[in-house]
């Protein structure tokens, strides 16, 4: 059973009269309703946490239907974190905090992760190894369509490791997957129809397996696994993840001269039958490349472009789980990292720090990753004590995560901060930010 709940879901929305009137009924379309209009999370979003098909999600947000089934009742007050009581069950675990059964589960009344519960339940086999519900299961001789829906699953399962742990820790278990398709390509048999998909579903992995790569600090892996992944997409036919291939490789690439022209041939690959999510994620690419480049104009652009995406997005349209994560929160935090890019401080940092308040501290990476362009918005701006506050929490999310980016990002910054080591607020940080 999945229990985190959607980043950035505020428990504010979970305490209201019409939310409890909702809940006795079991309306979870109710919630998904006011988690989208109040919070931006996406019903691609909820629909990965809570394990329900986007289209679902959609229709019981109109009104179509209700969750009467106990087993999904529990599923999804457990993954929005809904206390018992508001529908009909006891405490559950993390209520009581009694440690919950799943494996990556958030610690109970702690703003940390147990990121290393799984770690240090790995065999030598690897991290897999400690998921039993993702064990591989033996390769067909003769693969077909549904076989490859299955591997997708798979991928898909996989992909929630991201959340809560860094590529140092998931990297090896993307490149398994992506290897063992390879080899899969190579040693059986398909049809026409079923070898495209798998052709797709090996650019997929070799995305993800490229991401866990960057952010474990390999680089030169990530960039040949993104290259890998553009070659399989095209082969495929599939315009989507070949956009996405392009804006993977724009975005690592974005302190060099070429990734605008990546990040606009991304674009490039946007169709009409495009979803929302990916056009959203493609122009949010775009953007950054454009910031970057320091481009002001193409930047607000892109961004606007993005928006527009998410804004026409139509309920239960089908979006692809890699494309899920990209909703008005993390808009809002590209469009602030973007202004602190351009060093415009009086843009970015109210827009970081509403989003951020909404942004769950379980995905301790990517929160302290946002941070630190908040920290380095008021850097700009002069205000060295509130930049000092931030990178402090930043340090604290950052801990223990097997990621090289948030110590990267706030490198540069903590340099800064020695020149003010007269504040005390500035000691402090750079104290706890002492090997």
């Not at 505020?10 to 209201?16: A, E, F, G, T, Y």
């Not at 179509?64 to 106990?70: A, H």
């Not at 193409?298 to 472009?305: N, V």
Request: net charge neutral.
């Amino acid at each position: 059973m999945n229990y985190q709940p959607p980043t950035a879901l505020p428990q504010r929305l979970l305490s209201n009269e019409e939310m409890q009137r909702a809940l006795a009924g079991h309306d979870f379309g109710t919630v998904f309703r006011l988690a989208r209009n109040h919070a931006g999370i996406s019903y691609s979003r909820i629909a990965a946490a809570c394990d329900i098909k986007p289209q679902r999600v959609g229709m019981l947000a109109r009104g179509e239907g209700r969750i009467t089934t106990f087993d999904k009742v529990v599923e999804i007050a457990d993954a929005l974190r809904i206390p018992g009581r508001m529908v009909g069950l006891a405490p559950r675990p993390w209520e009581t905090g009694d440690a919950p059964a799943h494996p990556y589960a958030p610690e109970i009344g702690s703003t940390s992760v147990r990121r290393r519960t799984v770690l240090q339940a790995a065999t030598s086999a690897g991290l897999a190894a400690a998921l039993p519900s993702l064990h591989r299961l033996p390769a067909p001789k003769h693969v077909t369509v549904s076989d490859v829906d299955q591997m997708q699953q798979r991928t898909a399962r996989l992909r929630r490791l991201d959340d809560i742990l860094g590529g140092g820790d998931t990297y090896r278990v993307y490149l398994g997957e992506y290897q063992s398709t390879k080899a899969l390509l190579r040693d059986a048999a398909f049809t026409l129809e079923s070898r495209r998909h798998l052709v797709a579903l090996l650019a997929e992995q070799a995305q993800q397996a490229g991401w866990a790569a960057f952010d474990g600090g390999r680089s030169a892996d990530a960039e040949g696994l993104y290259e890998e992944s553009r070659t399989a997409a095209r082969e495929a036919g599939d315009s989507n993840l070949l956009g996405n291939a392009f804006a993977f490789l724009a975005y690592q690439t974005a302190d060099r001269g070429a990734a605008l022209e990546i990040a606009v041939s991304s674009c490039a690959t946007i169709t009409p039958e495009t979803p929302a999510g990916v056009r959203a994620l493609l122009y949010e690419r775009l953007a950054w490349a454009c910031a970057a480049a320091n481009q002001p104009t193409r930047t607000e652009q892109a961004l606007d472009t993005a928006r527009a995406a998410l804004d026409e997005q139509q309920d239960g349209e089908p979006q692809p789980d890699w494309a899920a994560w990209v909703d008005q929160t993390e808009l809002d935090i590209m469009t602030g990292r973007c202004w602190t890019e351009l060093r415009r401080p009086l843009r970015a940092v109210p827009v970081l720090t509403q989003a951020l308040d909404r942004y769950s501290d379980h995905h301790a990476r990517d929160k302290a990753l946002y941070m630190s362009w908040l920290a380095d918005a008021y850097l700009t701006a002069g205000e060295v004590e509130a930049a000092a506050a931030i990178i402090s929490r930043a340090l604290d999310l950052a801990a223990g995560v097997a990621s090289v980016r948030p110590r990267q990002r706030l490198a540069p910054m903590l340099t800064q901060l020695r020149r003010h080591q007269e504040l005390s607020t500035v000691r402090d940080v750079l104290e706890k930010a002492e090997p």
